[in-house]
């Protein structure tokens, strides 16, 4: 039934395989340095397409001469290598918290090049003065990394609708119907950022940017299951080494599949869901530590290391609901890994007992082994990340789009 | 972050352009007859490279001159519409099932052109004597057709591994490790079905082809979730109108999602699963029909529908644990729609009132209106009919493969 599907893509166009064939160089080239006879012989283009196309993305901006390439052992002088441009365009990632704002940029190749971070209690603020804020952050990490970004991506902890750059809701926050995007522009502007007011924005739910993150730079197969807590409790499905978002974009709500049906009621208005067992005011009431305020992941992580036995069962717990959800999880979606990552990455040395007893248990039908549950070495870095990162892999998948862009503002 | 992903595409060859565009041309013919003029018009194609393209496919044996097309209103004679050829490949069908073995062929617009059913309990036969019967039936129905097929898929109920025809567990046959494509060939030529036992054998999960069955016929959107009874309970998802296979082929093992963690014990080894509230054991028990043998869909459907509360309360107790189940997946995958099929799609009236109930209560933080969950039409044919379309869709998606190998053969 594996059926290849060759209809609707209509007749291939001249523009359309330089564009494809822009992106092979270039994907070539974010692989490493390589000498335009390497990409040559990688990608099957003639030595001669690829000079052109080099020059393209030479004046684009996107690429530098590296300097030598590695001698080939032929006779004659080796060609100069090709790599990622370091001052071209970077990627501007964003991230809205409960408790926190943040922003950074990464360069072509996805390196950090500024990190901003302040804490703030956002729950039930404003949201024109939570992107004030969120401004001011956006406006210094671009200064401060030298570069020029080419887009935004804001990692929110909401549901994100079709509408571009709408939060719908995000009950952590208090906000609902929020067009986050529209009013992110003029906050720039007030800010000084005039030149980044007028970027593309992309907003969208912080599990899923944590789970692309996972996928870009944490080495992990094309499927796998990523579960997170940050303001609540996210997971991100990817499947073929794509983000499955669900028809309307709400794909990954775990934190409200339902684990003890009748359990205590949820704030959603259902019961038994697994926040009520692995969320953030779940466990810190089961923990004694009802109401803190600030960073709770770092106070039961420290708590627990320290052997408090009220955290350590409010953790055992949480791992055990975690790993019914998770259990249910694999058996419909067979992914290649089960990855705990945001929060629950620091918590997962007091978690993950539980938890792998549960799957063990619960994921019979299949084989299963324990080394298949994994722990994000991103944690709750994940979300900017991967809001930024996108951004720069956008360009390099498809440099044509960026190059034609670039000419058009020219 | 929806990036365009146009590397590793290579550059394009003449070759595959010739391929794409035969496809591209069958595709719009399959959706009904055209002319030449027609194709040429939809495709962008120039009415020469229409005339050759077409030319090919009805050498293959795909195509038919299917009388006057519509007049477009221009001078001259209207060109002579091309229509999928009634005499074309056929797609060959079968099932095994736990109490029924069945064979069908379609031609190529997806018609049934031969069905065949034999009542037979297979629960705990050996595979040799199953495949015997079946290899019998299939060759009945290649014979009353009257069509060539093109190739034979399997629905089996049971896990098929990534091995080519090889199925790895069938609890309900009480099969682990069969190579049944293998085993088919031989029974096929037993049967003195010679010219079938060469052909190209897929096997698949009865509840996958089902949904797939659901995604071709069934008129549903590309992201739906199908849940359906056959010989477990199992489910299809699919996405963007592709079926989410899972990383080894396992995705869809709705009947062993948790639905009460401490519940009953499930022979699978875990507690508390969906088959022990809404499968053909369980609903039995609970209607106090414990062991009865034969069609229980049938039956269940007879005695609710004449009013038998124990069957009535067994059956709103199943659309309870299914709306459990189907609220966890709903908040995991965000499907379009929800669908109930296989056996369920009978039992319907009687499940939906307490499946309703539970997923109104349960699916809180996003939309959700009851309309989303719908009955399929195909019920329990489904698995056979998504096996046989399935072979003549793949034929139809790219005719180039289908003409070259039959260019070989002959």
Redesign the interface.
């Known amino acids: ?1 594996r ?10 166009s001249q523009q359309g ?1 330089r ?3 822009l ?2 160089v270039l ?1 070539q080239i974010a692989e490493g340095p390589r000498s335009r006879a390497e990409v040559a012989a990688a ?3 003639t030595r001669a397409a690829v000079s052109s196309l080099a020059e393209e993305l030479l004046t684009a901006g996107l690429l530098t001469e590296a300097g030598q390439a590695t001698p080939s052992g032929r006779v004659g002088r080796p060609g100069t290598a090709l790599g990622l441009a370091p001052d071209g365009p970077g990627g501007l990632g964003a991230e809205i918290g409960v408790q926190h704002l943040a922003a950074c940029v990464v360069d072509l190749s996805g390196e950090v090049r500024s990190w901003q971070r302040m804490e703030v209690p956002n729950r039930g603020r404003r949201p024109a003065a939570v992107l004030a804020d969120l401004a001011e952050l956006l406006h210094r990490a671009a200064r401060e990394s030298g570069l020029r970004p080419a887009g935004l ?1 804001l990692a929110v902890p909401g ?1 994100v609708g079709a509408a571009e750059g709408m939060v719908e ?1 995000a ?1 952590n926050l208090g906000w609902s119907g929020v067009p986050v995007a529209a009013e992110l522009r003029p906050a720039l502007r007030a800010a000084g950022a005039e030149e980044l007011s007028g970027l593309p924005i ?1 907003v ?1 739910n912080e599990a ?2 944590g789970g ?1 993150a996972e996928l870009w730079l944490g080495g992990r ?1 094309g ?1 796998f299951f990523h579960l997170s807590a940050e303001a609540g409790i996210g ?1 991100a ?1 990817v ?1 073929g080494g794509r ?12 934190g ?7 359990g205590p009621p949820c704030a ?4 038994g ?1 697994l926040e009520q067992y692995a969320g953030e005011a779940a466990v810190l009431r089961e923990a004694g530590l009802e109401g803190v305020l600030g960073d709770w992941v770092g106070l039961l992580a420290e708590r627990a290391a320290a052997g408090d036995t009220a955290v350590l069962a409010a953790l055992s717990g949480a791992g055990a609901a975690l790993g ?2 998770a ?3 694999v ?6 890994e089960l990855v705990l990552g945001g929060g629950y990455a620091e918590l997962a040395p007091w978690l993950l007992p539980a938890m792998r007893v ?1 799957l063990a ?2 994921v ?4 299963w082994a324990d080394d298949w549950l994994t722990v994000s070495e991103l944690g709750r870095r994940g979300p900017l990340l ?1 809001a930024a990162v ?1 951004v720069v ?2 360009i390099v ?2 440099p044509g ?1 960026f190059s034609g862009r670039g000419s058009e503002g020219v």
Chains 1, 2 share one sequence.
């Open positions: 039934m059926e290849t599907d060759t209809r609707n893509s209509g007749p291939a395989m564009r494809a064939n992106a092979l994907g990608t099957g283009l991506a549901l809701r009950p992309e969208d899923n940017l692309l197969p499927d997971s499905i499947v983000l499955l978002r669900g028809a309307r974009g709400y794909a990954g709500e775990l409200h599949v339902p684990v003890h049906p009748d959603c208005g259902a019961r869901c019914i959800a259990a249910g999880a058996n419909l979606l067979d992914p290649a549960e248990g619960r019979t039908v299949r084989p991967g996108g892999r956008a998948a498809d789009h």
